[in-house]
Structure formats: structure tokens, C-alpha cells
């Protein structure tokens, strides 16, 4: 499994992006999708997640409410909208694929990792 990551960039603080992950090499009806973000010198943090299947949701505290993780089955592709974004929502964000029907918040439970993308927030 492939996974392309794709859509960060630079925008200022209150903007807006989506993020998106392609998967190729498989089709996803067993997997769930985690969207994580890193800072230098930080571990990597749990940001949202989707299980495949049934479309089921979750997400970090710090994103709720401004973050939406969805996803395209026709194109096997999943999106993360960041709204509101704040200074501290600047990382690198990855997308990553876990064997299961059920997403979850740490990352050494991902099987397949993207490249990541980068978002900075200014101000």
C-alpha cells in the first residue's frame, strides 16, 4: 500500500486547508485512516480518524470542532478540512492506514504511513 499525501501550504491564522491521502495498491474496506501531525521534537499526536467502513469519526481535543476527517471510497482518498487554523496547529501532517475496522490514537497501532505535508500557520 502507497499512500500519497498532499495539500499543505502556507495560510494565515483563522484560514483554511484540506489535506489529502490517496491510497493505492488496495482497496481500504478493512482498514481505518488516522490523520497525526508532528512538530521538531515532538512526539507524533493524534489529530482525527476514520474507520472505512461505517464513515465513524474521532478527534483529538485540540481539533475538535475545527477539523473534519472524510472520506471518497470511489476514489480512495481521504480529506482532513482544518478550519480556524491557529499558530499551533503548524506541523507536518501524515495520514497513515490501520488493519482493522477501528481507527485509533496511537500510532504504533499504523500499519502503512504517507510522506506527510506540511502546514504553517502565520500570523
Known amino acids: 500500500v502507497q499512500l500519497q499525501a498532499s495539500g499543505g501550504g502556507l495560510v494565515q491564522a483563522g484560514g483554511s486547508l484540506r489535506l489529502s491521502c490517496r491510497a493505492s495498491?488496495?482497496?481500504?474496506?478493512?482498514?481505518?485512516v488516522g490523520w497525526f501531525r508532528q512538530t521538531p521534537g515532538m512526539e507524533r499526536e493524534f489529530a482525527a480518524g476514520?474507520?472505512?467502513?461505517?464513515?465513524?469519526?474521532g478527534y483529538a481535543d485540540s481539533v475538535k470542532g475545527r477539523f473534519t476527517i472524510s472520506r471518497d471510497k470511489s476514489e480512495n482518498t481521504s480529506y482532513l478540512q482544518l478550519n480556524s487554523l491557529k499558530l499551533e496547529d503548524t506541523a507536518i501532517y501524515y495520514c497513515?492506514?490501520?488493519?482493522?475496522?477501528?481507527?485509533?490514537?496511537?500510532?504504533?497501532?499504523?500499519?502503512?504511513w504517507g510522506q506527510g505535508t506540511l502546514v504553517t500557520v502565520s500570523s
Open positions: 497513515a492506514l490501520k488493519r482493522g475496522l477501528g481507527y485509533s490514537t496511537r500510532p504504533d497501532e499504523y500499519d502503512y
Open positions: 495498491g488496495r482497496t481500504l474496506s478493512r482498514y481505518a
Open positions: 476514520i474507520n472505512w467502513t461505517r464513515g465513524s469519526t
